[in-house]
């Protein structure tokens, strides 16, 4: 590549699509099936995987705005924000198996901690009659 094409590429494209270290340009006015497809790419160039159907259940694309820096916004096809110049938009892959795994519901009761137990959620161990707290049964 000369140097006159990178120019042509910071002139036409103002937007990047990003997965790990690697990155593709694209232009502001991409639809959404465009993005798709460049995110696509980007993950089968990484993953090469004969099903191409599972790599797009799994994709899911963020677009990070330098204008609303501590949000990230999911893109899909029934929301596509404006995209300005600058963003990006992050591909990252979602977890399959939590998607196939039987979705159970939590029965909880309330109980008293009389020995020394340590709270996942908040970090801090939890004793005495006083403290109660939630199990899962």
């Known amino acids: 590549m000369n140097s006159k094409s990178l120019t042509q590429l910071s002139i036409d494209y103002d937007v990047c699509v990003q997965f790990g270290s690697e990155k593709i340009p694209i232009s502001m006015d991409s639809t959404f099936n465009d993005i798709l497809t460049v995110a696509y790419k980007l993950v089968k160039s990484q993953y090469p995987v004969e099903d191409c159907d599972y790599i797009k259940s799994v994709i899911s694309m963020y677009l990070y705005s330098y204008e609303n820096p501590k949000n990230l916004i999911l893109l899909n096809e029934n929301f596509l924000p404006e995209i300005n110049k600058g963003d990006k938009i992050f591909v990252l892959l979602k977890d399959s198996k939590k998607d196939n795994?039987?979705?159970?519901?939590?029965?909880?009761?309330?109980?008293?901690?009389?020995?020394p137990t340590f709270c996942d959620i908040c970090h801090v161990?939890?004793?005495?009659?006083?403290?109660?707290g939630l199990n899962c049964s």
């Open 125 to 132: 161990f939890m004793n005495g009659i006083v403290k109660q």
């Open 101 to 115: 795994e039987k979705k159970q519901t939590h029965v909880l009761s309330v109980c008293s901690f009389q020995s």
